[in-house]
């Protein structure tokens, strides 16, 4: 199997366990306030992290330690803005809303080389936008609420994550760079709670189960692996396999808690994840494949 390959089946497991994470996230905040939630999950990787790489930690480089403080930057952003976000909307939407980061990537990448979308781009745009209409105006625009706009905030966010992670990977030792983004958001989440809440660690047993899966699985593990992924994979690449995470949420969110999306949201739902593939697929391989073919 092909490094390429293995990248690719790494990046899956890592959608599938943000999949599940939109369900235990909303579990923990549930009993206490975001930014505790986030430093909790974060710092607990953080240190996890630290005693299984102790020794790769003590050899870290100057722009490994610079592009993880990077990234963590971004990413404490977006984690913050869908936190408050969840918090307020329902797990489904949260999931579908953030995967809107999937068509994002090739736009702002467009932007960045200063060259206009082409069509692929425009009609995935216009699928995604169709569909976000249908997942949160299912009652007209008073069924849009702050937090469908905070996750959509998030979402920008993201996108950017994945292209700096991208671009940066290849100019880092991807783990430390992979901690030191941990650590980050850990250390800023910590700051936000100090000042704007009241830090505690007193939880019931069943969310220190959620943090403690979230912590090991959809941090540590999850932002390792892409770290590394992304050294054999495009940032492009790697939005396509995320466009399964909202499918996978929403599959969670049905089966745990029931939580349905109706008929309209579902249409919405599967217009944002069409609108993902269309952006992400390269039409002329597949054009290219089929005339070998008939040849």
Not at 55 to 65: E, F, G
Not at 103 to 119: A, D, E, N, Q, R
Not at 165 to 190: C, E, F, N, R, Y
Not at 253 to 259: D, H, K, L, P, T
Request: hydrophobic share 55%; aromatic share 12%.
């Amino acid at each position: 199997m092909t490094n390429s390959k293995k990248a690719d089946l790494a990046l899956l497991f890592v959608t599938f366990g943000w999949g599940s994470s939109f369900l235990l996230s909303k579990n923990v905040i549930n009993q206490i306030e975001v930014f505790n939630f986030l430093w909790v999950r974060f710092l607990l990787a953080f240190v996890i992290a630290i005693l299984i790489f102790y020794k790769r930690m003590l050899k870290i480089d100057k722009t490994s330690l610079i592009n993880g403080f990077v990234i963590g930057l971004i990413l404490f952003s977006g984690f913050a803005f869908q936190t408050v976000g969840l918090n307020i909307t329902t797990v489904s939407k949260s999931a579908f809303i953030t995967g809107l980061s999937v068509i994002l990537v090739p736009v702002l990448m467009s932007f960045y080389k200063k060259k206009l979308p082409g069509i692929q781009i425009i009609v995935s745009v216009a699928m995604a936008i169709t569909g976000l209409g249908l997942l949160t105006l299912t009652n007209g625009v008073s069924s849009l609420n702050l937090g469908d706009i905070l996750t959509l905030v998030s979402s920008f966010l993201f996108a950017m994550h994945i292209i700096s992670v991208g671009a940066l990977t290849h100019k880092s030792d991807s783990i430390t760079m992979a901690i030191i983004q941990i650590g980050t958001v850990g250390v800023l989440s910590l700051i936000a709670s100090f000042i704007f809440e009241k830090p505690t660690i007193n939880l019931s047993v069943n969310a220190w189960g959620s943090l403690i899966v979230l912590s090991v699985i959809c941090t540590l593990g999850a932002f390792v692996i892409q770290s590394i992924a992304q050294k054999y994979t495009s940032s492009t690449h790697t939005a396509l396999i995320y466009s399964m995470e909202p499918v996978f949420a929403s599959i969670f969110s049905y089966i745990f808690i029931g939580e349905v999306l109706g008929l309209f949201g579902t249409i919405g739902a599967l217009m944002i994840v069409f609108g993902m593939i269309v952006a992400e697929l390269d039409f002329g391989i597949l054009i290219r494949k089929k005339e070998k073919v008939l040849e």
